[in-house]
C-alpha cells in the first residue's frame, strides 16, 4: 500500500537548521510531483514547496532563499531542508505525493522553533 513516512522534526533554536526526510513507497515515485505542505495552530495548511518529476521546484515567498527541497528517485526519498529557521516556521510539517488526480500524504512531523 502507499506510504510516505516524514522523520526529522523536532526543537530547534531561532537561526536554526533542520532537514525534513519523507520515505515513499507503494507506488511509482519518480513521475509523482512532491511537495512539503506545513499546518500551524488554528492556521490553514499551506504549500511551502514542490519538486515536479521533472525537476522544477517552486517555493512560498515565506521560506524563498532558507529552504531547499530536494528528491532522490533511487531511493524513494525527498527532503527539505530548511536553514534559519525562525519562530513562525513552527507547524506540524506533511509531505504530499501528486499525479494527476493522485494524491497521498503522510501523517505529518512537529517542527517547532524556539529559544
Known amino acids: 500500500q502507499v506510504q510516505l513516512v516524514e522523520s526529522g522534526g523536532g526543537l530547534v533554536q531561532p537561526g536554526g537548521s533542520l532537514r525534513l526526510s519523507c520515505a515513499a513507497s507503494?507506488?511509482?515515485?519518480?513521475?509523482?510531483?512532491m511537495s512539503w505542505y506545513r499546518q500551524a495552530p488554528g492556521k490553514e495548511r499551506e504549500l511551502v514547496a514542490v519538486h515536479s518529476a521533472g525537476g522544477i521546484t517552486n517555493y512560498a515567498d515565506s521560506v524563498k532563499g532558507r529552504f531547499t527541497i530536494s528528491r532522490d528517485n533511487a531511493k524513494n526519498m525527498v527532503y527539505l531542508q530548511m536553514n534559519s529557521l525562525k519562530p513562525e516556521d513552527t507547524a506540524v510539517y506533511y509531505c504530499k505525493s501528486g499525479y494527476g488526480f493522485k494524491e497521498y500524504w503522510g501523517q505529518g512531523t512537529q517542527v517547532t522553533v524556539s529559544s
Open positions: 507503494g507506488f511509482t515515485f519518480s513521475i509523482y510531483a
